[in-house]
């Protein structure tokens, strides 16, 4: 049996993971992973000139959090979009997912 | 066209990729991906002090196993939370997913 | 408020990044990001033999791209597949996700 949650993902520059992780605790989530990366985005802020490069000495970081509340996920992207990416460059989508067991996400 | 398939992910300690690997291959995954992550569970066990420590000395692995039956999912998902969620961190979840050729998922 | 929108993923070998860049550009995605990765394929042509090793020293990159229309994010998936899959390892698959802004996805 599973339950259904929402995954907030949220990539951008790596010198923000202690600020996007405040503002995920003050969003209801209770834990997150994240992972290296690099890329290209839209305005090219996020480009590197040496595609290859980037894939060795990745600059970015691609952060998720999982939480069973559409509202919350919704309120982390929007938070994190609203304060941080107007200066720095970034992107924010939300993935629904299956859950085993709800209470892991839920602060305690 | 594309086919309904499903995704189980497990985010655990390094350490156990091997044995992880080993309950994916016996509910009918044929094939996984990893990358390295770091990140702080709903216990704390998987947080680290220094976060911006984290992200480059990544102690966690993501691991990702697509299967078209929903059953299969499911069941890798169960079978790894229930023989090392107890005494390990981590946390596993489904999604869903959309493939282009069914047969590369399938065990031959 | 969020919008429906598709995110393609491609696993492949590393050295085709700049390829599949290409490709993605072509078909209407204007950002992608990508992770180092490891794994198992189904033919076991991403195999190592040492997992452990592939943890640490990862050969394959996990590259994504989100575009607002399935067509586009199916249009990436088939002419990736098309293009290297014979003779390069690799998976693709799309999902689905919801973006809060969605002319951040849209070429200019």
Known sequence: ???QAWKTVIITEKLLVDRVAEIIEANGGTGYT??????????GKRATTDRAAV???LSNV???VI???HANAEA????V???????????TYLEPVEILRQHKFVPA
């Open 34 to 43: 994240y992972v290296s990366a690099g890329g290209k985005g839209s305005r």
């Open 1 to 3: 049996v599973t339950h």
């Open 55 to 57: 894939v060795d000495g």
């Open 67 to 69: 939480t069973p509340d």
């Open 62 to 64: 691609k952060i998720e």
């Open 81 to 91: 979009a609203a304060q941080f990416f107007e200066n720095f460059s970034g992107i």
């Open 76 to 79: 982390i992207a929007e938070a």
